[in-house]
């Protein structure tokens, strides 16, 4: 999640909870009960947040995670077809050679 996202949602949710207090009391009821209300929601709602991000860490699903393991994933690629065009552009000789000393020192 960007910083730009994090503060749209954080907008939303005070936006959600002023108009959650402006609108209740329209329903007919007091003050007190609709300051109650909207902090039930806000409270709601970070505790499901703070949760997600909780399970997301355990899971090992978290965005800079993720970002990771795909520039790895990219990074081996480029290596791997590199090494095998290399190896590839070798003699024959050469490339036995080669793959008996790697034979040698696994």
Do not use: C
């Amino acid at each position: 999640m960007t910083k730009g996202k994090v503060v749209q949602i954080g907008l939303l949710i005070s936006l959600l909870g002023i108009l959650s207090y402006k609108l209740v009391p329209q329903f007919g009821i007091d003050n007190f009960t609709a300051s109650t209300i909207s902090n039930f929601i806000l409270i709601v709602i970070v505790i499901s947040w703070v949760s997600s991000y909780v399970l997301r860490v355990f899971n090992g699903k978290m965005t800079f995670m993720e970002q990771r393991k795909r520039y790895r994933k990219e990074y081996e690629k480029i290596v791997n077809d590199k090494l095998e065009t290399k190896f590839n552009s070798l003699s024959k000789e050469d490339q036995k050679k080669l793959m008996e000393d790697l034979e040698k020192k696994s």
